[in-house]
Structures are given as structure tokens and as C-alpha cells.
């Protein structure tokens, strides 16, 4: 190996006097006269710098361009789908209000006054918070216009830690499985639902009808133990007031 020399060494001999000149040289010089005992990794750095080199470049430039695609584009496009969506949730907000409901659901979904839908936001900003959100605009859209197919794949498709449109959402995919006579996959979406961000409100809502479709179902163990959980749990909830004639029903069946 090459030995180290102090700052201010001065070659005294021809030789050393060639050693300095080399080691003065570019760097691809340096590394064609390395010692052959040079390991084999520093070979292969050697051989393959160029390659290297690229490589770092080529990660530099992904970085970057995610930096630059959050600021420049994620954000405005951002912005710009919020802005489209004002209108159409204004419509889904009056059509959950009972005010022509049916017409005001396809608007919401569709778009007007030069706006976009919940549907064209969900596609052209796919990724996106807003996307996201559209997501679940759309699928309860289509549930309450009887479209079952579109709201499972809309609400497939939200996905959300909110306290209540988590539970929502995966309700409202029972909901339809129910609607579609998909007993099985609707029991299995209203289990998905009352676990989902435990409260006071979707938890009894949705073990009631958890517990009702057991019933249909004849799995009257799990109806059971759903209907005696809102009566413990949740005694002051509108279910709870359900409960005793059920489990009356349930356990007379068994």
C-alpha cells in the first residue's frame, strides 16, 4: 500500500519526485496506478465509478423531483380539487337534507355549473386527500340512489381514522351487500363497522344490524351476543330500547 506522507514533505529522489507528479494527476490517473494489493471492493468501486456516480445522480434526482412534486403539484392540485368539490358537496349536503333528493345526489355525483362531480374529482385527482374524500361522497351518493354496485366500489375505495365516516363507510357497504341479498358479506362489513372508532353512535347502529342479520341468518349465538352488548354497553342508545324483544325472539328460536 501507498504510505501516508505529512504535509510539507518534500521529495528528495527521482523516484519520489514521480510519485508526487502522479499523485497530482487527475483522479483517473490515481486510481489506474493503485497498488495490486488493492482489495477487491476498491476494484470494483474503481471499475465501476461512472456507474456509481450515476447512481447517486439518478437518486438526487428522485429526491428531488418528489420534493419538487409535493410543492409544485401534490398542493396545487390539492387546492384545486377543494375548489371543485364546494359545489358538489354543496349539493350532497342539500340532497341528504331531504330537498329533491334523487336529482341532487346525481348532481353531486356528476357536477354542474361548470364543476366537477364527486366521480370526475375521485379520477382526476386520484392520490389525493381530496380524492379520497370523494371516495366516500360518491359511494353514499349511489347508496341512497339504489346503485349498490357503485356504492361498494366507491366506499372500497375511502379510507379514513375519522370517528364517524370510518364507520360510515364500511356500514354503508353492508348496507348494500344487504340490499344486494349478500347476507354474509353484509354481516362481515357491519362487524368491520362497530369496531371501527368505538362510540356511542355507529357502534349500536351498526351491532344492531349486525344482529339482525345474524338473525336472517340463523347464526343466533352472534345475534345474541351483539343484542346483550348494546344492552350493557350501550344502554342509552336508541338500540338499546330494542334489545329485550329481540333477545326474547332469539332465545325462544333456539
Not at 504535509?7 to 527521482?14: L, M, S, V
Not at 438526487?60 to 420534493?67: E, I
Amino acid at each position: 500500500m501507498a504510505t501516508y506522507k505529512k504535509r510539507g514533505y518534500k521529495p528528495k529522489t527521482k523516484k519520489e519526485k514521480e510519485e508526487v507528479a502522479e499523485e497530482n494527476s487527475t483522479t483517473a490517473e490515481v486510481f489506474n496506478t493503485l497498488d495490486e494489493g488493492a482489495s477487491k471492493t476498491e476494484e470494483w468501486v474503481v471499475k465501476n465509478q461512472k456507474y456509481i456516480i450515476g447512481l447517486i445522480g439518478a437518486v438526487a434526482v428522485v429526491v428531488l423531483a418528489f420534493l419538487g412534486y409535493n410543492k409544485y403539484i401534490a398542493e396545487p392540485q390539492q387546492k384545486d380539487a377543494i375548489n371543485e368539490m364546494y359545489t358538489a358537496k354543496k349539493y350532497f349536503d342539500d340532497a341528504a337534507s331531504g330537498i329533491s333528493s334523487d336529482s341532487l345526489y346525481r348532481m353531486a355525483l356528476d357536477g354542474g355549473e361548470g364543476k366537477y362531480g364527486m366521480v370526475d374529482i375521485a379520477k382526476e385527482y386520484s392520490g389525493s386527500p381530496a380524492a379520497n374524500l370523494a371516495n366516500y361522497y360518491a359511494g353514499i351518493s349511489y347508496l341512497n340512489l339504489k346503485d349498490y354496485e357503485n356504492a361498494i366500489e366507491y366506499l372500497s375505495d375511502f379510507s379514513s381514522d375519522d370517528k364517524m365516516l370510518g364507520p360510515i363507510a364500511k356500514g354503508g357497504i353492508g348496507d348494500a351487500f344487504v340490499q344486494l341479498d349478500q347476507l354474509a358479506e353484509g354481516l362481515e362489513y357491519y362487524q368491520k363497522a362497530y369496531k371501527a372508532n368505538v362510540n356511542d353512535f355507529t357502534t349500536p347502529m351498526y351491532l344492531m344490524k349486525a344482529a339482525r342479520v345474524a338473525i336472517d341468518l340463523r347464526q343466533n349465538d352472534k345475534a345474541l351476543e351483539y343484542l346483550n352488548r348494546i344492552k350493557s354497553e350501550f344502554s342509552t342508545s336508541t338500540e338499546a330500547s330494542q334489545t329485550d324483544v329481540l333477545i326474547g325472539q332469539v332465545e325462544a328460536s333456539l
